[in-house]
């Protein structure tokens, strides 16, 4: 059977939808770069030179809170054991310290930029989500140097 066209009004309706959504998704962009702007101005950039200095402190705590050796953090094995401390580590660094992405994939075993580009956006949509998952970070986040 044959469905029919949705009805001039449906169409308003959805493309109404469709903006408020935008607007949420714009309202949740703003909200993420004020994070990371506060981040930044809570804990300014060193000077290059010792920038990988500090990602060493930030991987320890990270292999701490989450049990792991530093050797299984750094591995290119993928059980989710694994994948959430290496995120999490990359978002840190990425975060505190201003090392590029390739630097950090190079710290962490990684092959590319993409990957810690990756790791970055997912934490950031679990600290907008997981409450659990948020205070987890701040707590580590607060014992950091």
């Known amino acids: 059977m044959a469905r029919s066209a949705p009805s001039n009004s449906a169409r308003r309706d959805q493309a109404a939808q469709l903006r408020r959504l935008r607007y949420r998704f714009a309202a949740v962009e703003v909200l993420l770069r004020n994070?990371?702007?506060?981040?930044?101005?809570?804990?300014?950039?060193?000077?290059?030179?010792?920038?990988?200095?500090?990602?060493?402190?930030?991987?320890?705590?990270?292999?701490?809170?989450?049990?792991?050796?530093?050797?299984?953090?750094?591995?290119?094995?993928?059980?989710?054991?694994?994948?959430?401390?290496?995120?999490?580590?990359?978002?840190?660094?990425?975060?505190?310290?201003?090392?590029?992405?390739s630097e950090v994939a190079r710290l962490l075993g990684l092959r590319d930029h993409s990957t810690i580009c990756f790791a970055v956006k997912k934490i950031q949509a679990r600290l907008e989500t997981e409450a659990p998952f948020r205070a987890r970070l701040a707590r580590l986040a607060e014992s950091l140097p």
């Not at 930044?40 to 030179?49: F, G, K, Q, W």
């Open 35 to 101: 994070i990371e702007a506060e981040l930044r101005r809570l804990s300014p950039l060193p000077p290059p030179d010792s920038r990988q200095e500090q990602a060493g402190p930030i991987l320890a705590a990270v292999c701490r809170e989450y049990k792991l050796s530093r050797s299984a953090l750094i591995s290119r094995a993928r059980p989710a054991c694994y994948t959430e401390p290496r995120h999490v580590a990359a978002f840190l660094i990425r975060i505190r310290t201003g090392i590029t992405t």
